[in-house]
């Protein structure tokens, strides 16, 4: 234990997902060797993305504007919304450039447990934009979780009732260069369920 404002900086960025004591020990010794340019530089990016920083009005996707800059693009496909749980699953969707539609996030995942509802989430945002806009194609692309799976389940009971409207869930199964020995039985059940032919 540190005296002071030095294991109150520890403890703070203990309190961040992925850094556990050590790291947070690390970065905090790391900060106060800094130049105090580079600490001030931090402090003024964190304070920009706190005060900044929205949600989009259309997608919930983080922005800078009202309206994110993928619901904004005249270019994207009107027709086809892919639903995620979180902002950080549409960058790695967008990573792939396979999907050309829009999003729609949910802000998070059911889960019961931790007091997690469909009330809690962006589901009705997207009842009412399937119901008010061109949509044809929902894609589902939760986590391969329990409360991926179980969100996904939800929302297609919800989804069924529209009229003109596919909905579909993303592929799983085996990663590439992965070897089948190293598999669970769930993810290698997916990917035998989810065959295609070629």
Same mark, same amino acid.
């Given at each position: 234990?540190? @005296?002071?404002?030095?294991?109150?900086?520890?403890?703070?960025?203990?309190?961040?997902?992925?850094?556990?004591?050590?790291?947070?020990?690390?970065?905090? $010794?790391?900060?106060?060797?800094?130049?105090?340019?580079?600490?001030?530089? %931090?402090?003024?990016?964190?304070?920009?993305?706190?005060?900044?920083?929205? $949600?989009?009005?259309?997608?919930?996707?983080?922005?800078?504007?009202?309206?994110?800059?993928?619901?904004?693009?005249?270019?994207?496909?009107?027709?086809?919304?892919?639903?995620?749980?979180?902002?950080?699953?549409?960058?790695?969707?967008?990573?792939?450039? @396979? $999907?050309?539609?829009?999003?729609?996030? !949910?802000?998070?995942?059911?889960?019961?447990?931790?007091?997690?509802?469909?009330?809690?989430?962006?589901?009705?945002?997207?009842?009412?934009?399937?119901?008010? @806009?061109?949509?044809?194609?929902?894609?589902?692309?939760?986590?391969?979780?329990?409360?991926?799976?179980?969100?996904?389940?939800? !929302?297609?009971?919800? %989804?069924?009732? $529209?009229?003109? !409207?596919?909905?579909?869930?993303?592929?799983?199964?085996?990663?590439?260069?992965?070897?089948?020995?190293?598999?669970? @039985?769930?993810?290698?059940?997916?990917?035998?369920?989810?065959?295609?032919?070629?």
């Amino acid at each position: 234990m540190y @005296e002071g404002p030095v294991q109150d900086l520890i403890d703070e960025l203990g309190r961040l997902p992925g850094v556990g004591p050590k790291s947070a020990q690390r970065i905090a $010794f790391h900060l106060l060797g800094a130049e105090p340019a580079d600490v001030t530089r %931090l402090q003024e990016v964190l304070q920009k993305v706190k005060e900044g920083v929205v $949600f989009c009005d259309v997608c919930g996707n983080v922005s800078a504007e009202t309206t994110c800059r993928i619901c904004s693009d005249a270019r994207r496909d009107l027709s086809a919304v892919c639903v995620v749980e979180e902002p950080k699953d549409v960058l790695a969707i967008e990573r792939t450039r @396979e $999907f050309k539609g829009r999003y729609h996030v !949910l802000g998070g995942a059911l889960d019961p447990l931790s007091g997690v509802g469909p009330e809690q989430l962006r589901i009705r945002q997207l009842l009412t934009r399937i119901g008010s @806009e061109e949509i044809t194609e929902v894609i589902l692309a939760m986590d391969p979780n329990t409360e991926g799976e179980a969100t996904a389940t939800y !929302l297609i009971r919800m %989804l069924r009732d $529209f009229p003109g !409207l596919t909905v579909t869930r993303l592929a799983s199964g085996l990663p590439m260069g992965g070897d089948l020995e190293f598999a669970d @039985e769930l993810t290698l059940g997916r990917a035998m369920s989810g065959r295609r032919t070629v």
